[in-house]
């Protein structure tokens, strides 16, 4: 089946520094991938929404001089959290969405948990 | 406005059966989604509807009501590796999906 890996899967950084999250989709190419944010006991909340070879599209509310997305190819996506802060802390989860398949097909990553001190 | 709603909390015992509803109001309908997600880790996909009816795959079997903006998620035989959040989504007319918060299912031996 289709697989979607994330890197890192924890990590811990100081407040104002920057951190960069990989999405890959492993067996099959993606041509959109999604970007979510989880607080514990919330559901997932879509941040933006990202297509190979253009610019992310961000919802409502999220910054996107802060979250900065690339998705530079078919199989990667990088989410940059810059200048960290505290209550960034979160479950980031990505998702990408099969070529090939329907819109249905959406395959989610294990997940990044950052925590910012 | 866009809404999905599902209970907070059901608590079942092992063996036993049970049903996670959901209802929605979403600006068009690409189909409904429901996902199991353990603390701490992704969702993993459970089923997908996009006809009215009933899906069944082993122990989950899961319903859509399109005229009623209704469906509903059935575990049966539950076993204590049940216990869980359901999440119910549904993708909207854009292909985004709208989540609803959850339902943490609590299973008792």
């Known amino acids: 089946g289709a697989v979607v890996s994330q890197h890192p899967s924890r990590v811990i950084c100081k407040s104002g520094t920057s951190v960069k999250i990989e999405c890959r989709s492993l067996?099959?190419?993606?041509?959109?991938m999604f970007w979510y944010r989880q607080f514990p006991k919330q559901s997932l909340m879509l941040m933006a929404t990202s297509n190979e070879g253009s610019k992310a599209t961000y919802e409502q509310g999220v910054e996107k001089d802060k979250f900065l997305i690339n998705h530079a190819s078919l199989t990667l996506s990088t989410l940059t959290v810059t200048s960290a802060h505290p209550e960034d802390s979160s479950f980031y989860i990505c998702?990408?969405?099969?070529?090939?398949?329907?819109?249905?097909?959406?395959?989610f990553g294990p997940g990044t948990r950052l925590t910012v001190t | 406005g866009q809404n999905i709603d599902q209970p907070t909390e059901m608590t079942a015992t092992e063996g036993a059966i049970v049903q996670i509803n959901c209802t929605y109001q979403?600006?068009?309908?690409?189909?409904l989604f429901w996902y199991q997600q353990h603390a701490g880790e992704a969702p993993t996909f459970l089923s997908y509807n996009v006809l009215d009816g009933l899906e069944e795959k082993g122990r989950f079997s899961s319903f859509l009501s399109r005229s009623k903006g209704y469906s509903y998620l059935l575990l049966k035989e539950l076993q204590m590796k049940d216990s869980a959040s359901y999440l119910c989504?549904?993708?909207?007319?854009?292909?985004?999906?709208?989540w609803g918060a959850g339902t943490k299912l609590i299973i008792k031996p």
């Open positions: 067996d099959f190419q993606a041509t959109t």
């Open positions: 989504a549904v993708m909207d007319s854009n292909y985004q999906l709208i």
């Open positions: 998702s990408a969405v099969e070529l090939a398949g329907g819109p249905h097909e959406q395959y």
């Open positions: 979403t600006s068009g309908f690409n189909g």
